[in-house]
């Protein structure tokens, strides 16, 4: 059930889509352009969510790419150019929740901050931001090493997309964003245990 | 770190990598072995990567979250009494347990001794969402009545020493929950099945009110002796609804539960549940969790084994496995309960129950050997239960062992909200149009349910100020629907902005007044600066040319020119008479997100995201050198009156002030704990007020830099304020689509503008210092304009009124009019809700004179008889009588609507008809128990002047035929309470064929006046109904009680669909002294006017001199009359005659004839809130006597 106002809230919308266009036949300062569009977007929705529901709530990233997306492209376009804006997303959730994570490590070397509650369900469950400055550098040496490994990652991770639609964005076969993933992962998972021994 | 292979060899590790994973568990080593050859470094690399690859959980598998900052500890003690223990009229005993966001305490309600579960939510964690979830849980809970339910007694605020708390007051329960009793006394199959059928009948009773509880299990169910010692027991189900996040603004859903919670939920839940569509959710979720409770009660057992599965396992077996055979587990579950179990746990929602009470009914058919609706019917099964029936079925109970608990006894709060509620009942009208069977009878009920459920949903969400929860409601409703009162009422209060500008589609970021208030400037995410005439609200151009969205905006002093800067980093200068672009700023670094002329006008400041305010020439967008600063994060930037400083608000939760010329800030205020988002000097540059995301304004005294006051909004944090040209007001904008207005001395809140459904980005002040306009970032791209005077809606006016039917509605003019306490003839004008002396017209006798109005005549017969009639509008007196010549005691008045006739009722029950235009008798009823009967309590004549309706201090209601002169009793129905006692009031429909009158007890009967039958009980109402008023289209009785609450009927099918006084007992809020009266009036009532009541309530009455005359008159005094016009609803109320004030609440007047699906369009509105004035009117100096 999709909300009606969602759908019928389009600021910005044709901006958006003329750069998606722009980008699809080829433009690369309009994918360029497209990235703080975005960003923009994602950073005002979860702000304005969190303002909203306070500081207990946590989202999926999946919700506010596809929140962003229903809101600046719309549901009736066609999906030729969805890809920018997907690769779009993910750079910007990465960045958003990076930096997120970043302030909060401050936080935590700081020790400018009260006692947190340890039964605190969304710390539990969500990846220390330890684990997300350590992911995050060990993805850059991925995406150095196999680019397009990087952009599944990114894509599957960051913006919550499924296979199939990593597929689709980056214009590959299912088999390969499969294989790319699994491989991927268990290379980044290596990269991080490893740091974990590097450092103490 | 080991020793890593050449990159070039890579691509062999991977494809190595891939071909081992894809192999089976013991057949990798030997592809590992076979595809590595001799190549030892190959294949530790390869396995070192396989083990990763198998290891469960890694940081890529859980997603990531976005996470606000992470909740502190508040400092509430969870074991622990609070530091106050009596508050708001409770008194704290013990901590019963404590959740996520609250804590529950036994407590003892002083006023009643009645023990309590107070459920307190936690101000500390609160957000505002929840606490809105809170309140509309209050409200939708206290819907719910039946035995098997907790019952809720009371919501409010206290302060428990942590700052004010919201709290629910709920029935205390002591019993075990639904297993340990089955377990403990050792309850037979069919007393286990009983109990189960108990707890659906509950469910049901909640679903029919549009309450879906989305968490039953056995620890949110108690069970407490049954009545009569019923050994089964009366099963009470707690905690309805799991948190869920509302739809906001912002269109999200997400479930925002923890794991721990999960875990005790999980088993309960439907396929469709932990499918995760926590919007694709309806009563069969409930029917579902319900089979799963009845397998459990009855087998010991869940239906499906979960033993060491994990969360996306347990999740996986419940959307594809069947459940277990009950009759495995219990043997005596074979045949019958088991096909209702199973019926009941159908994976596909459509094969299930399709209620509650659906599957209580064939618990209880099983029960009774009756055939069942859960099986094939077939001979053979129909014959079966033939020869069960005729037998008596042992009870043999086998020892049944109760699965211990997973979860925990207290859980936690739970989001009733209004979006449930209408969901279920749009789910119910789909299921209803899928039905084949009743087909029409079903789809109409349950479109009847949706209309209730959003009704009832819009009105909770306004008294929660969520004018974008209201309009979604409204919206959900079928378009022939929409032309009802209530409708219409909740659509203008939902929205009362008196102009719409409307941006194509594009979140507005800025706005501002010309100087001259004559246009209006916006800028917006389509990158343009618009400008707009504010006096019909029309575009008048769009000034292109930013590359990005434009951030801020500014007028020159003058009027004559435009500066906006954008998220393209750019500042740029328009001329306003032609839209040219003049001039370009260049230089910032980033997005430039405020704009800011100086009060001279030579200059324009800027603040940007690059870290620093800049200054520019406002004649050549030069970049100065007055003031080049560095405040990181900054957010916008404002300008003081003398032009001598800028305060800067920025992200990171601090303010810098910066006097022009120095490069050193002048000041840093600290003081806000989150990002300051605007800030605005008031017009005298004494004050600085700035807002932001920790939902405070702090308002800063310029001299010293000192913090002069704080405004706590609330609610979302402030995104934009603006300070009224005469600086006595500030109006606030917020994140979650508020604008409030405050009063700039102490903070006050005056009101909340609805309407808005997004985040108020910008607000602005017409030099008028009435009008406001407002932008929304909400992508609708709607510019509201207010007026903070005007109000023709719903607000409280103190009114000194004589008596409750000396006051009447002018059809021509729509004024109301009436007499008060002095004798002086009084009129309101409904659109300001203005009251004027008109002249003084009682001659010095008080309340020993009757009084009746139609609105264009005021009758006033005194208790000798002497009688005046005189025209409402100038008091001019048209008629004059002497006194009755045998001295009879007049008890009550009555004048028809055309004015022609009036009914004069006496102390011994007879009613005398005077013929007005001829000065003679017409007429006389003649009493109904002989001349010592009760006196007459209240008459009334129908439409068409044939009846007069009676009502008596003591027996029924009588009908006074004039055409055939008898006079009939009508008869009320068996079980009607109350009305055998006395008949408060009367009214006849518009087109007369109804008569409607109430009872003590708050019960209203309605009766066909044709065929003298009753046809309708309205019931359900908590006080005694005192007044009663036809809508001109004769389908909604409107009854007011005394208790100050006005409540709506829909007469097809006796449904209350609108409550507007509402009886919430906010008013026995403990602060309730002299000093926070008028906050406590703004947060405990509503838009309706509760003022006299507080008034009351806080005990200040005075004394009344005047002798009382009739000691039969009800001590509360109300009336409630129709428009006959407009169609509006007027009522008013003195509390007790010896209060010297009273109030009236008028409501919105529409005009039927251009009535149309959207009366929004057409019709000034405001919506009145519970304004300082308002509140100020109705406690009109009193001599303090108290």
Redo the contacts between chains.
């Keep these: 059930?999709v909300?009606?106002?969602?759908n019928?809230?389009?600021?910005?919308?044709?901006?958006v889509t003329r750069l998606l266009d722009a980008a699809g036949a080829g433009d690369a300062r309009a994918s360029a352009e497209l990235l703080?569009l975005v960003y923009?977007e994602l950073q005002?929705?979860?702000r304005?969510?969190?303002?909203?529901?306070?500081?207990?709530?946590?989202?999926?990233?999946?919700?506010?790419v596809h929140?962003a997306y229903?809101?600046l492209v719309g549901d009736g376009s066609t999906w030729d150019n969805r890809g920018h804006f997907f690769v779009a997303a993910a750079t910007a959730m990465r960045r958003?929740?990076i930096d997120?994570a970043r302030q909060?490590h401050r936080l935590k070397r700081g020790g400018n901050?009260?006692?947190?509650?340890l039964?605190?369900?969304?710390?539990?469950?969500?990846?220390e931001s330890e684990?997300?400055l350590?992911?995050e550098q060990a993805l850059a040496r991925l995406e150095a090493?196999?680019p397009r490994k990087g952009q599944v990652?990114m894509l599957r991770?960051?913006a919550?997309l499924s296979n199939e639609e990593t597929a689709t964005v980056l214009g590959v076969s299912l088999a390969t964003v499969k294989?790319d993933w699994?491989?991927a992962?268990?290379?980044?998972?290596?990269e991080?245990?490893?740091d974990d021994?590097?450092g103490a | 770190?080991?020793e890593r292979p050449p990159?070039s060899t890579?691509a062999r590790i991977?494809d190595i990598?891939?071909a081992v994973?894809a192999a089976d568990g013991a057949d990798r080593d030997r592809r590992l072995d076979e595809l590595c050859g001799g190549d030892d470094a190959l294949r530790a690399e390869v396995r070192?990567?396989?083990?990763?690859?198998e290891?469960a959980e890694?940081?890529?598998?859980?997603?990531?979250?976005?996470?606000?900052?992470?909740?502190?500890?508040d400092g509430v003690s969870e074991a622990t009494l609070p530091p106050i223990t009596v508050a708001a009229g409770y008194r704290l005993r013990a901590v019963l347990g404590t959740g996520?966001?609250g804590v529950v305490y036994l407590a003892t309600q002083l006023s009643t001794r009645r023990t309590v579960a107070l459920k307190v939510i936690r101000p500390g964690?609160?957000?505002?969402?929840?606490a809105r979830r809170f309140e509309h849980e209050a409200l939708l809970l206290a819907k719910l009545s039946h035995p098997g339910i907790a019952q809720v007694f009371e919501a409010g605020e206290a302060d428990f020493g942590f700052g004010r708390q919201r709290f629910i007051a709920m029935e205390y329960l002591d019993g075990p929950t639904l297993c340990d009793h089955v377990d403990a006394r050792g309850l037979d199959v069919a007393g286990r099945l009983e109990l189960v059928a108990r707890v659906a009948d509950a469910t049901h009773h909640a679903h029919q009110r549009g309450v879906i509880h989305r968490d039953l299990k056995p620890a949110n169910i108690l069970v407490v002796a049954g009545r009569d010692g019923d050994a089964i027991g009366q099963p009470k189900i707690l905690d309805f609804g799991v948190a869920r996040?509302e739809?906001?603004?912002?269109?999200?859903?997400?479930m925002?539960t923890?794991?721990?919670?999960l875990v005790g939920t999980l088993p309960y839940m439907s396929p469709e549940q932990v499918l995760g569509?926590s919007?694709?959710v309806d009563v069969r979720s409930d029917v579902y969790a319900l089979g799963v409770l009845c397998f459990r009660v009855i087998a010991g057992e869940l239906p499906h084994r979960f033993e060491g599965a994990s969360i996306a396992e347990i999740a996986r077996i419940i959307r594809d496995e069947p459940p277990r055979r009950i009759s495995t587990l219990q043997p005596l579950a074979a045949g019958d309960i088991e096909a209702i179990v199973n019926r009941a746990l159908e994976k596909d929602r459509e094969r299930r129950y399709q209620s509650a009470g659906d599957l209580a009914a064939d618990i209880r058919r099983s029960l009774a050997h009756e055939p069942i609706e859960a099986h094939p019917a077939t001979t053979f099964y129909y014959l079966r239960k033939f020869v069960r029936r005729n037998r008596r079925v042992a009870a043999l109970a086998a020892a049944l062992v109760v699965v211990a608990l997973v979860g925990t006894a207290v859980s936690i709060w739970f989001g009733i909200d209004a979006t449930i509620a209408r969901g279920h009942a749009e789910m119910a009208l789909d299921r209803a149009e899928r039905r084949t069977r009743d087909a029409t009878e079903s789809a109409a009920q349950a479109r009847a349910q949706a209309y209730l459920a959003s009704m009832a949903a819009a009105s909770a969400a306004l008294s929660a100020f969520d004018a974008g929860a209201a309009a979604?409601a409204l919206?959900s409703v079928d378009l022939e629907r929409r032309g009802s009162w209530e409708w219409r009422h909740l659509a203008l209060a939902a929205d009362t902005a008196t102009k719409k500008l409307r941006a194509p589609?594009?979140?507005v970021y800025d706005v501002e007044f010309s100087p001259d208030g004559r246009f209006i400037v916006s800028g917006?995410?389509?990158?343009t600066v618009r400008l707009w005439d504010s006096a019909d609200g029309a575009l008048r151009a769009t000034l292109e040319g930013h590359e990005?969205?434009v951030w801020g905006i500014a007028v020159s002093p003058d009027g004559t020119h435009v500066a906006s800067g954008s998220?393209d980093r750019t500042v740029r200068l328009w001329r306003v008479a032609d839209g040219t672009e003049l001039k370009r700023g260049v230089g910032h670094e980033g997005a430039i997100t405020g704009v800011v002329w100086s009060p001279d006008g030579r200059l324009i400041a800027t603040s940007s995201e690059d870290g620093t305010v800049r200054c520019w020439d406002s004649e050549t967008l030069e970049e100065r050198t007055d003031l080049r600063a560095r405040v990181p994060r900054a957010r916008s930037v404002c300008w003081s009156p003398d032009g001598s400083t800028l305060a800067v608000a920025a992200d990171d939760a601090r303010v810098t002030v910066f006097r022009l010329g120095e490069a050193a800030p002048l000041a840093t205020l600290d003081g806000h704990t989150k990002g300051v988002l605007a800030g605005a000097f008031d017009p005298t540059g004494a004050t600085l007020a700035t807002g932001g995301?920790d939902r405070t304004c702090i308002l800063w005294d310029t001299a010293t830099w000192s913090r002069r006051g704080r405004i706590e909004v609330g609610v979302?944090?402030v995104r934009s304020l603006a300070f009224s040209p005469d600086g006595a007001s500030l109006a606030l904008g917020t994140?979650?689509g508020q604008l409030r207005l405050h009063a700039a001395t102490d903070g006050a809140a005056l009101g909340v503008l609805l309407g808005s459904?997004g985040?108020v980005s910008s607000v602005a002040w017409h030099p008028n210092g009435v009008d406001l306009v407002s932008a929304s970032?909400?992508?609708?791209?709607v510019m509201r304009t207010w007026n903070v005077r005007a109000s023709d809606r719903a607000q409280a006016v103190g009114v000194n009124l004589l008596s409750s039917a000396a006051l009447g509605f002018d059809p021509a003019d729509g004024r109301v009019r009436f007499i008060d306490r002095d004798g002086m003839l009084d009129e309101i004008d409904g659109a300001t809700g203005e009251t004027r002396a008109v002249r003084p017209v009682a001659r010095d006798r008080g309340d020993a004179a009757r009084w009746a109005c139609n609105g264009e005549r005021f009758l006033e017969v005194a208790d000798d008889g002497a009688m005046r009639l005189f025209d409402a509008s100038d008091a001019t007196e048209r008629r004059w009588r002497d006194a009755w010549p045998d001295g009879a005691v007049t008890t009550h008045l009555a004048i028809s609507d055309d004015g022609r006739i009036a009914g004069i009722g006496f102390a011994d029950g007879s009613v005398v008809i005077e013929d007005l235009q001829r000065g003679e008798r017409a007429g006389r009823a003649a009493p109904a128990e002989g001349p010592d009967g009760p006196g007459v309590e209240t008459c009334v004549f129908s439409p068409d002047r044939r009846y007069l309706a009676i009502g008596s201090a003591r027996g029924a209601v009588r009908l006074f035929d004039r055409m055939s002169g008898e006079v009939v009793p009508l008869r009320t129905p068996a079980s009607t309470p109350g009305m055998e006692e006395r008949a408060d009031a009367l009214a006849f429909s518009p087109d007369g064929s109804t008569l409607a009158a109430s009872g003590r007890e708050g019960t209203v009967v309605l009766w066909d006046v044709p065929s003298r039958r009753a046809t309708l009980t309205l019931s359900g109402e908590q006080a005694n109904i005192t007044a009663l008023a036809f809508t001109p289209d004769g389908s909604r009785l409107a009854t007011g009680n005394t208790l100050g609450g006005i409540v709506l009927w829909d007469l097809e099918t006796g449904a209350s669909v609108l409550s507007m006084a509402s009886r919430r007992t906010s008013c026995a809020g403990s602060s309730f002294d002299r000093e926070t009266r008028r906050c406590s009036c703004f947060k405990a009532t509503d838009r309706y006017g509760c003022c006299g009541r507080c008034r009351g309530r806080s005990g200040r009455r005075t004394h009344c001199p005047r002798r009382r005359r009739r000691p039969h008159t009800p001590p509360n005094d109300r009336s409630a009359a129709t428009d006959p016009g407009a169609g509006i609803t007027y009522s008013t109320a003195s509390v007790g005659r010896n209060a010297e004030f009273g109030f009236c609440a008028l409501s919105k007047r529409f005009d039927v004839a251009a009535a149309d699906s959207s009366p929004r369009r057409n019709q000034p509105k405001f919506e009145a809130p519970p304004s300082s004035h308002a509140c100020t009117s109705a406690t009109r100096p009193a001599p303090d006597h108290a």
């Excluded at chain 2, 890694?58 to 500890?73: C, I, K, M, T, Y």
């Excluded at chain 2, 964690?125 to 929840?130: F, L, N, Q, R, V």
């Excluded at chain 2, 917006?524 to 990158?527: A, K, T």
Aim: charged share 25%; no cysteine.
């Design positions: 059930m909300d009606a106002d969602a019928s809230r389009g600021g910005g919308r044709s901006d703080p923009e005002a929705l979860a304005s969510f969190m303002a909203k529901e306070g500081a207990a709530h946590t989202l999926q990233p999946t919700a506010l929140e229903l809101r958003i929740l997120r909060r901050r009260r006692r947190v509650e039964a605190d369900a969304a710390l539990a469950t969500e990846p684990d997300l350590a992911l090493k196999d990652v991770y960051f919550g294989n699994a491989f992962r268990a290379w980044l998972h290596r991080l245990s490893a021994g590097d | 770190m080991t990159e890579s991977e990598f891939l994973a070192s990567l396989l083990a990763h690859h290891r890694g940081v890529l598998d859980r997603p990531p979250l976005v996470v606000g900052a992470p909740f502190a500890s996520g966001m964690t609160a957000s505002e969402a929840i996040v739809r906001g603004a912002v269109g999200l859903t997400s925002g923890s794991v721990g919670q569509d919007d694709d979604r919206e589609m594009s979140a917006s995410f389509d990158r990005r969205p998220a995301l979302g944090g994140l979650d459904t985040t970032s909400d992508r609708l791209g």
